[in-house]
């Protein structure tokens, strides 16, 4: 083998290792870390739990500040908890039947250990437990200032 053609392929196998590293280092990808999954799902059973409360306060401790939500072709943006009235939030789902709802799924697609994209499903249901939909959605939980919260929902819900 000449020189030439020694030095192409030491070269070529040091692109393709540096490549391979910076892939294989990635994190934003399948990669989850156990704590961080464990941590994630928490604020998302959590967010569940006060929203089926109807507690308003507990459920914006489940978020991050400013809070987007991207539902019916609009993004709301919320800047700060306390700027909602509570009956203005829970009152329509209650006349249209709503009791409570339930995760149906929640599968981590993407993570990073300060960002998680998770691809959800909940059903809300009536009181004696007819449902009344499905609906999917996708969360972006963000760790900021060492806790864990929803920073985004994407939603197909009105």
């Not at 998680?116 to 449902?131: L, N, P, W």
Request: glycine content about 6%; proline content about 3%; overall charge neutral.
């Amino acid at each position: 083998m000449n020189t030439k053609r020694i030095i192409y392929t030491l070269l070529l196998a040091c692109i393709m290792l540096t490549a391979f590293t910076i892939v294989s280092n990635e994190r934003g990808s399948h990669d989850i870390d156990p704590a961080v999954k464990a941590e994630v799902l928490q604020v998302l059973d959590e967010y569940m739990a006060t929203f089926n409360a109807n507690d308003l306060a507990a459920w914006e401790k489940t978020y991050h500040f400013p809070h987007y939500r991207l539902a019916s072709g609009n993004m709301s943006v919320l800047d700060k908890a306390g700027l909602r009235d509570p009956a203005k939030v829970f009152t329509p789902l209650k006349q249209a039947g709503w009791h409570h709802s339930v995760w149906d799924h929640r599968n981590i697609v993407q993570a990073s250990d300060t960002k998680v994209h998770v691809d959800t499903q909940f059903s809300r249901y009536k009181e004696d437990g007819t449902k009344i939909g499905t609906y999917e959605s996708l969360y972006i939980v963000t760790k900021e200032n060492g806790r864990w919260g929803v920073k985004l929902r994407s939603s197909y819900a009105e």
